[in-house]
């Protein structure tokens, strides 16, 4: 039996078992991670990194990283690394110890590749693993035959060259040997001679862990354990005592691992994770149907509300879930990776493309590299709005080099240098159209909205931001002073004739059903047509202020198509704030 | 064991035999081409090395073409017509259009050309005929540069970072090292380093966030300090040695930064305050004048002269109705004088350029100064000048001008001068080379340019700093901030820095 767990066969059922669990309960983490590598397929990317000791795990790394981009890739990459490493530490630890070879193998190969993302790391064990048995498998010192001199030197020879070999290809771990005293007590990275920064805290334990389990398969202690193990009833040759043990291994390392998954990696992370590749994936749909506290995490919200937005259905739907206030609209900026990552969007479909384009420096600053394709994309997109080619040019360069991303580079140059390419592009003529005037400095959030829906009347998302953030903030005498002044011509309305207003080119088939339920509640029935107010919503108005009537305020007594409406959040929300 | 043995052997052939090509391969000498067409144009290049000026030192100026599509080969021949009409060197372009020079050959080719102008003609070949192209000159200056650059690398403005560094560049070959790196010391910001007329042995920067302090690297051993010296002095941020490297003029500021919403600019840095004074190192106090701490004026940039008994800097009324204003915010050009001896200042503010009353022909009036640099021949000041605001990295306008400190006279360094940003400069211990940022490749990424100028104050074409691959900047999206000439490498190292941000300041 213990023949039988350590075999190949039974490393690669695992590995399917590993599989099947990451594909179900890891998938989104794989394609979040991709963003932190970046990898170019260009000679001069291959030679600066592999001409440095441990360039080539970097290398093998970020090569590998670049395919989580594909749902089905990460899991399968991780999956793969976990077998090699299983295999490698099962042939090291002389078919001995499930227990360990599958922990240390989840851990390494998996674990810290999903959580972690130090991929190098991982890669960096495995080479140390494969080098170690190859090593061995070609005769080690210790076992070498004494009796000629010659057989010192070529197995101290053997030995030199594969310690150079390791480190060339894999020397990503010994770089806190250099810089320990640094790591220990200045900093959880360190950079030194080496190529990369390491994860300092584990490689130099999983190191010690395979020597250990190098020089272990000659331990006598292993003999008597496979000694008593291989006592007791037998079936078909197989010893029962040793089958239950090795499953308990195996068993208590898989919930080991578990543990430790759960315990690093909180259910909200892993929520943000999802929304995050959504968001990036644009997969607006799911990203509404996700369930989530969007009225106690205003964070949630945001993302609720970029999907809106990006469909062009924020003033429309504005209450399509409970919204719990105008933060809900936009966090404030604190300096994480994960918000200026979403602010980056929200700029970008507000139409504010300096704050985009901020936004996306700032987040890409975070990225070990210094580059993340994501963000380069979005720092193109806003380089070409803003008329400035040559940057643009520049990040396009290092995205054409890309497997993943080169296609949506190739879509972007054609750009470059045709600014009436760009006019008559909907998607990047819109920024353009929104670039203010005069030079302005940004100012806060919402009023940088005001130039930019003054210099680009069909701006629809700085408009339905706009509209939203006064709407959830209560704020309705000043939502009724940008409805005039920003959605409908002629702007200050009180001073023309009783005509039919325009709407502005933004909301060219009238105003959106949030901001006209929002209306109604100021406006006189007279106006109604003015504004271009669809009856239904008057007699939705008046139902739902019947039943309140009705009802003396009890909002349980209010039927549940009124709850996606903004009476209903106003209601609501008055109600709260007087509690 | 006798067919391991072989096979070994047969493998060590193999290698022999291939490593032995590629080195033939690589040594075989390129020959000038026999030109069938003659070209007047000369093909554009990558950098724009054409018609520079460069010091015998300077590292191979490795270019390429920028279209080498268009060819199927490249060639590029040297020429000396003083020396005959023999091609000194004579080189293959690659597959990229890129003329990789070898440092040996190059700085054989240029080492007895000081003084001499060197015809730079590039061949093409388009199916089988060879193009001859106009040719480009190289003036070799009879003074060389200082050895070193250093520079911080880091992303092109904005608010965070992650890692960033102080590095040196030998200018004589491609090799770069750093000095400081914030990975070791909790990717903390640093800033603002300075040298001691130009030497590698005295300098300070700046530690901001974790281990924040100013750093002193003198004799060897690098010290911390606390820049907060005082309520009305809460930091140290730009400085200038003083020559005998006892003391350093600082400005302390209070800094803000807004984003444009629409402007080639992007960034636009403002101080709400700012005063300088001087540091004395060893006694570990400030020297303020009552002239450069007015509460109605800002005053930063301080520069020393070389003899140390002058002190420049840039002053600007106070505006209160910041950012809205931010354009009313302009710098004059001042000096006051200052004595070593005592550690006092004079009694009486001169303007050199005045935004206000200056009226000189050639330059803009009513313009804002900013980092005003003293030749360390005491001759010339040069100076970035825009049309408001002292943060001029950022503003596209910005140009460097010299004035003559013999007699006054201000010009623009028109020729070293681009259409985009000029900012950041520093002079050569000889005084003949001007090392300078500018954002002219793409108006994003300051990238450091060098400019000869002569001792009447005239400059020539500047040229970029040259890399081991010519596309190098085309894929570098780090920028090059404060690029300082040193006359040698400095030897302190960034776990030097690490170990003195471990001590308590």
Redesign the interface.
């Known amino acids: 039996m213990l023949h039988f767990f350590s075999s190949s066969r039974f490393n690669l059922l695992l590995a399917l078992l590993v599989l099947l669990l990451l594909q179900l309960f890891c998938a989104y983490d794989f394609l979040y991670a991709e963003q932190f590598s970046f990898f170019r397929f260009s000679a001069?990317y291959a030679a600066s990194m592999l001409l440095h000791p441990g360039g080539a795990v970097e290398y093998a790394a970020q090569f590998l990283c670049q395919f989580y981009y594909y749902r089905w890739a990460g899991p399968f990459i991780a999956s793969l690394l976990f077998f090699l490493m299983a295999e490698g530490l099962s042939v090291l630890s002389h078919r001995r110890c499930p227990f360990f070879c599958v922990a240390a193998a989840l851990l390494v190969a998996v674990l810290e590749t999903v959580v972690h993302y130090p991929m190098a790391a991982t890669l960096s064990i495995l080479a140390a693993v494969w080098l170690t048995v190859v090593y061995l498998r070609m005769g080690s010192v210790l076992e070498s035959r004494l009796s000629a001199p010659w057989n010192h030197w070529q197995h101290f020879f053997r030995l030199i060259f594969y310690l150079i070999l390791y480190y060339w290809l894999a020397g990503y771990g010994w770089a806190p040997a250099k810089?320990a005293l640094?790591t220990w007590?200045?900093?959880r990275?360190?950079?030194s001679f080496l190529q990369v920064?390491a994860a300092a805290h584990l490689l130099p334990v999983c190191y010690v862990v395979v020597l250990l389990l190098a020089l272990g398969r000659r331990w006598s202690t292993s003999v008597l354990i496979d000694d008593w193990l291989t006592r007791g009833r037998r079936w078909r040759g197989v010893s029962l005592r040793s089958v239950v043990v090795d499953v308990a291994q195996i068993l208590l390392a898989f919930c080991l691992v578990a543990i430790y998954y759960v315990q690093t990696h909180p259910a909200d992370e892993c929520k943000l994770k999802r929304l995050d590749v959504m968001r990036w994936h644009e997969q607006w749909n799911r990203i509404l149907l996700e369930p989530l506290p969007t009225w106690e995490r205003p964070v949630y919200a945001c993302y609720k509300n970029l999907a809106l937005a990006s469909r062009g259905k924020l003033g429309e739907s504005l209450n399509l879930f409970p919204q719990g206030g105008p933060e809900g609209l936009w966090m404030p900026w604190r300096?994480t990776r994960q918000q200026?990552d979403l602010l980056a969007d929200i700029f970008w479909v507000q139409g504010?493309?300096?704050?985009a384009q901020?936004m996306a420096?700032?987040a890409?600053?975070?990225?070990?590299s210094?580059?993340c394709p994501r963000h380069l994309l979005r720092l193109a997109e806003t380089n070409l709005a803003?008329g400035?080619d040559?940057?643009a040019?520049?990040?396009l360069?290092?995205l054409d080099?890309t497997f993943v991303y080169a296609d949506q580079a190739r879509c972007l140059r054609k750009f470059v240098g045709h600014p009436e390419r760009l006019k008559a592009d909907a998607r990047l003529s819109m920024a353009h159209r929104c670039?203010?005037?005069?030079?302005?400095?940004?100012n806060d959030e919402l009023g940088?909205l005001r130039?930019?829906m003054a210099a680009n009347p069909a701006a629809r998302g700085a408009r339905d931001y706009y509209g939203a953030y006064l709407l959830l903030s209560g704020q309705l005498e000043e939502f009724r002073y940008f409805i005039d002044h920003y959605c409908i011509f002629p702007f200050n309305p009180a001073s023309s004739d009783a005509a039919p207003l325009r709407p502005a080119e933004a909301y060219a088939d009238g105003l959106p059903r949030s901001f006209q339920e929002a209306l109604v509640m100021m406006l006189d029935e007279a106006d109604d047509v003015r504004y271009g107010i669809n009856p239904e919503v008057r007699q939705d108005f008046s139902a739902f202020r019947q039943l309140l009537e009705d009802s003396g305020g009890n909002v349980s007594a209010i039927p549940e198509r009124f709850y996606s409406t903004y009476w209903f959040y106003s209601f609501t929300q008055s109600k709260a704030h007087r509690q | 064991m006798k067919m391991l043995r072989r096979t070994y052997f047969h493998l060590l052939i193999v290698v022999s035999l291939a490593v032995s090509g590629v080195f033939m391969a690589s040594c075989e000498q390129s020959k000038v081409p026999t030109a069938t067409n003659i070209s007047r144009t000369v093909p554009r290049i990558y950098p724009d090395y054409t018609h520079v000026t460069i010091p015998a030192n300077i590292a191979p100026l490795r270019f390429k073409l920028c279209r080498p599509e268009l060819y199927d080969a490249a060639v590029v021949a040297f020429y000396c017509r003083e020396l005959g009409d023999a091609p000194l060197m004579v080189e293959k372009a690659d597959g990229d259009g890129r003329f990789l020079f070898g440092k040996d050959d190059w700085h054989e080719m240029l080492s007895p050309l000081r003084g001499k102008q060197l015809e730079v003609v590039i061949f093409t070949r388009k199916r089988d005929a060879w193009t001859q192209h106009q040719p480009f000159t190289l003036d070799v200056a009879r003074e060389d540069i200082d050895s070193c650059l250093v520079y911080r690398l880091l992303?092109p403005?904005?608010?965070?970072?992650?890692?960033m560094g102080i590095y040196q560049r030998c200018l004589t070959d491609f090799t770069e090292t750093a000095i400081a790196?914030n990975?070791?010391?909790?990717?903390n910001c640093m800033n603002c380093h300075s040298f001691c007329m130009q030497s590698p042995d005295t300098m300070m920067l700046h530690m901001r966030a974790a281990h924040g302090g100013t750093y002193i690297l003198t004799n060897g051993k690098i010290k911390r300090v606390d820049g907060h010296l005082s309520n009305e002095i809460p930091q140290m941020v730009y400085p200038s040695w003083h020559p005998s490297g006892r003391f350093i003029a600082f400005s302390t500021n209070d800094t803000h930064q807004?984003?444009?919403?629409?402007?080639?600019?992007?960034i636009?840095v403002f101080d709400r305050k700012s005063s300088v004074f001087v540091y004395d190192v060893k006694n570990h106090r400030p020297l303020q004048s009552p002239l450069m701490s007015d509460s109605l004026c800002y005053s930063t940039f301080p520069t020393f002269s070389p003899d140390g008994r002058t002190l420049y800097f840039c002053a600007a009324q106070r505006v209160d109705s910041l950012?809205a204003d931010?354009r009313q915010v302009r710098y004059s050009l001042c000096s006051i004088s200052f004595d070593a001896v005592s550690g006092t200042f004079g009694h009486q503010v001169d303007t050199l350029y005045s935004t206000y009353t200056t009226r000189m022909a050639g330059v803009p009036q009513g313009h804002s100064v900013s980092f005003p640099r003293v030749s360390p021949d005491g001759r010339h000041l040069v100076f970035t000048l825009s049309r408001y605001g002292n943060f001029s990295i950022w503003h596209a306008d910005a140009d460097l001008y010299l004035l003559r400190l013999s007699d006054g006279s201000m010009a623009p360094l028109r020729a070293a001068n681009s259409a985009n940003v000029e900012s950041y400069h520093s002079w050569s211990h000889n005084s003949r080379w001007l090392a300078f940022s500018s954002r002219r490749?793409?108006?994003?990424?300051t990238r450091p340019y060098f400019t000869y100028i002569d001792t009447l104050g005239h400059c020539r074409k500047a040229f970029m700093l040259p890399q081991s691959?010519p596309?190098f900047y085309?894929?570098f999206?780090?920028s090059y901030n404060i690029p300082e000439l040193v006359r040698r490498p400095v030897k302190a190292t960034?776990?030097d820095f690490?170990n003195a941000?471990?001590q308590a300041p």
């Open positions: 001069d810089d640094h007590t200045l900093s990275y360190a950079t920064p300096d200026a504010n493309v300096a704050m901020k420096f700032n890409m600053s975070f990225h070990p210094g580059l803003m400035n040559a940057v040019e520049k990040y360069n290092l080099d670039l203010t005037t005069d030079e302005l400095l940004t940088d130039p930019i | 992303p403005g904005y608010e965070l970072w992650f890692e790196q990975t070791l010391t909790d990717h807004r984003f444009h919403m629409r402007s080639k600019n992007r636009e950012p931010y490749d793409d108006g994003l990424h691959d596309s085309d894929v999206t780090l960034p776990h690490a941000a471990r």
